[in-house]
C-alpha cells in the first residue's frame, strides 16, 4: 500500500471528463492548458481525445511536451532574452510553437515566430485594451513575426456568480481586439479564450479555440463554482487520520502536498470526496485539520484540494487506480 500523502487519479473520470469537455465544445478547437496536470501521459490522452494542440505556462513546459505534442503555445507574454530566445528557436525545430505577446515594448526578436496578442477581458492582470491590439499585432507583424489572431483568459471567472459575465466580457473584448486588427490590415486567424468555470457559456460566434486546464481533473474550486460534480473529480491526495480530537481530526497532507490556495468564495482549504459535509478548516506545512468528520485514527481519507494545478506541481508522481503511477514530467518547469 503506497504510503500517504500521496495524489491519486482515477483514469476513468479522466477519460469522461475529456469526452464530456470536447462533446461540449463542439464546433471549437480544443488547445487544454498542460499546467494543470504537467503528464505526458495526460497529454496523450488529451489529444488522443482530439485536442488540436497544447497550451502551456512556460519555455520549460513547452519543451517537455514537444516529447509528444507538434503544436505548442506558450500562453503568456513571454519574455524572451538571448537564452530564451535561443531555446525557442531550437524548440520551433521539434513543433509548431507560439507565443503571447500583450505590447510592443519587448517584441521577441526571433522573425517567422507565431504570435497572438492578449487582451485583458476584464480581469486585470496581462493583456492590452482592445483597442490596442492592432497596434500591438501591426507593430509584430513590421518586426518579422507572424501574428495568428488574439487570446484572452477571463479569470474573473472563479467566482460563483460571475462564470457567464466574465465569458460575455472575454466575447465582447476579443471580438473588439478582432476589428483593431483588421482595420490594421492583419487578420485573426485564431481567436482563443477560455476558462474551466466559464465552459458551459463559450460564445461560438466569436471564438475558434478553448482552452480549458482544470477540467481534466477537477477540484474544490470546481466543485464550489458549481462547474464539476464529485463525482466527476479525478484527482484527490489520499491521507491518513494522525490525530482525534473532539470537533475534528488531522491528517497528514499540509500545504506541502495540498498546496495553500483559498479563494475568499472557498469554504476550506479542500473538501473531503466521500464526505461532503466536511472540511479541511487549517492548513499547516504537513497537517490538514478537518471538521465535519471524524474518524479513528489510521483512517485514509481522499482529500480534495482546491487548487489542483498547486497540488500537481508540488507533486512527482501520480498514483493511478489499476494502473503504474504517471510521471510529472514537468515538475520544476517553471521558467
Same mark, same amino acid.
Given at each position: 500500500?503506497?504510503?500517504t500523502?500521496?495524489?491519486? #487519479?482515477?483514469?476513468?473520470r479522466v477519460?469522461?471528463?475529456?469526452a464530456?469537455?470536447?462533446?461540449?465544445?463542439?464546433?471549437l478547437? #480544443?488547445?487544454?492548458?498542460?499546467?494543470?496536470?504537467?503528464?505526458?501521459?495526460?497529454?496523450?490522452?488529451?489529444?488522443a481525445?482530439?485536442a488540436?494542440?497544447?497550451?502551456?505556462a512556460?519555455?520549460?513546459?513547452?519543451?517537455?511536451?514537444?516529447q509528444?505534442c507538434?503544436?505548442?503555445?506558450?500562453?503568456?507574454?513571454?519574455?524572451l532574452?538571448a537564452?530564451?530566445?535561443?531555446?525557442?528557436?531550437a524548440?520551433?525545430?521539434?513543433?509548431r510553437?507560439?507565443?503571447?505577446?500583450?505590447?510592443?515594448?519587448?517584441?521577441?526578436q526571433?522573425?517567422?515566430?507565431h504570435?497572438?496578442v492578449?487582451?485583458?477581458?476584464?480581469?486585470?492582470?496581462?493583456?492590452?485594451p482592445?483597442?490596442? %491590439?492592432g497596434?500591438i499585432?501591426?507593430?509584430a507583424?513590421?518586426?518579422?513575426?507572424?501574428?495568428?489572431?488574439?487570446?484572452?483568459?477571463p479569470?474573473?471567472?472563479?467566482s460563483?456568480?460571475?462564470?457567464?459575465?466574465?465569458?460575455?466580457d472575454?466575447?465582447?473584448?476579443?471580438a473588439r481586439?478582432?476589428?483593431?486588427?483588421?482595420?490594421e490590415?492583419?487578420?485573426?486567424?485564431?481567436?482563443?479564450?477560455?476558462s474551466t468555470?466559464?465552459?458551459?457559456?463559450?460564445?461560438?460566434?466569436?471564438?475558434?479555440?478553448?482552452?480549458p486546464g482544470?477540467?481534466?481533473?477537477?477540484?474544490?474550486?470546481?466543485?464550489?463554482?458549481g462547474?464539476?460534480?464529485?463525482?466527476?473529480i479525478?484527482?484527490? #491526495?489520499?491521507a491518513?487520520?494522525?490525530?482525534?480530537?473532539p470537533?475534528?481530526?488531522?491528517? *497528514?497532507?499540509?500545504?506541502?502536498?495540498?498546496?495553500?490556495d483559498?479563494?475568499?468564495?472557498?469554504?476550506?482549504f479542500g473538501?473531503?470526496?466521500?464526505?461532503? *459535509? %466536511?472540511?479541511?478548516s487549517a492548513l499547516?506545512?504537513?497537517?490538514?485539520?478537518i471538521?465535519g468528520f471524524?474518524?479513528?485514527?489510521?483512517?485514509?481519507?481522499r482529500l480534495?484540494?482546491?487548487?489542483?494545478?498547486?497540488a500537481?506541481?508540488?507533486?512527482?508522481?501520480?498514483?493511478? #487506480?489499476?494502473?503504474?503511477?504517471?510521471?510529472?514530467?514537468?515538475?520544476?518547469?517553471?521558467?
Amino acid at each position: 500500500m503506497t504510503a500517504t500523502p500521496h495524489l491519486l #487519479v482515477d483514469p476513468g473520470r479522466v477519460e469522461a471528463n475529456l469526452a464530456r469537455t470536447h462533446a461540449a465544445l463542439s464546433g471549437l478547437a #480544443v488547445r487544454p492548458h498542460a499546467k494543470t496536470h504537467k503528464s505526458l501521459e495526460v497529454a496523450r490522452r488529451q489529444l488522443a481525445a482530439g485536442a488540436v494542440g497544447l497550451s502551456v505556462a512556460t519555455v520549460s513546459e513547452a519543451e517537455v511536451f514537444a516529447q509528444v505534442c507538434d503544436d505548442l503555445f506558450i500562453a503568456y507574454p513571454v519574455f524572451l532574452d538571448a537564452e530564451r530566445t535561443a531555446r525557442v528557436r531550437a524548440l520551433g525545430e521539434r513543433a509548431r510553437v507560439s507565443v503571447g505577446i500583450s505590447g510592443t515594448e519587448a517584441l521577441p526578436q526571433l522573425p517567422g515566430l507565431h504570435v497572438l496578442v492578449e487582451v485583458d477581458p476584464g480581469m486585470g492582470r496581462s493583456g492590452a485594451p482592445a483597442a490596442d %491590439a492592432g497596434r500591438i499585432a501591426a507593430a509584430a507583424r513590421d518586426a518579422g513575426l507572424v501574428v495568428d489572431g488574439v487570446f484572452a483568459f477571463p479569470g474573473h471567472s472563479y467566482s460563483p456568480d460571475g462564470r457567464a459575465a466574465a465569458a460575455a466580457d472575454e466575447a465582447r473584448e476579443l471580438a473588439r481586439a478582432v476589428e483593431s486588427l483588421a482595420a490594421e490590415g492583419v487578420a485573426a486567424r485564431v481567436v482563443s479564450g477560455g476558462s474551466t468555470p466559464s465552459l458551459g457559456f463559450a460564445d461560438r460566434d466569436v471564438l475558434t479555440e478553448y482552452r480549458p486546464g482544470v477540467y481534466v481533473f477537477g477540484d474544490a474550486q470546481q466543485w464550489e463554482l458549481g462547474t464539476t460534480d464529485p463525482a466527476d473529480i479525478a484527482l484527490t #491526495v489520499v491521507a491518513t487520520v494522525v490525530a482525534r480530537f473532539p470537533g475534528r481530526v488531522v491528517a *497528514d497532507a499540509g500545504s506541502k502536498v495540498l498546496g495553500a490556495d483559498r479563494p475568499g468564495y472557498a469554504s476550506g482549504f479542500g473538501r473531503l470526496l466521500d464526505h461532503p *459535509d %466536511a472540511r479541511v478548516s487549517a492548513l499547516s506545512e504537513h497537517h490538514a485539520t478537518i471538521t465535519g468528520f471524524d474518524a479513528p485514527v489510521g483512517t485514509r481519507v481522499r482529500l480534495v484540494p482546491n487548487h489542483v494545478c498547486s497540488a500537481v506541481n508540488l507533486a512527482d508522481e501520480l498514483q493511478v #487506480v489499476g494502473s503504474q503511477p504517471w510521471r510529472v514530467d514537468a515538475r520544476g518547469c517553471n521558467a
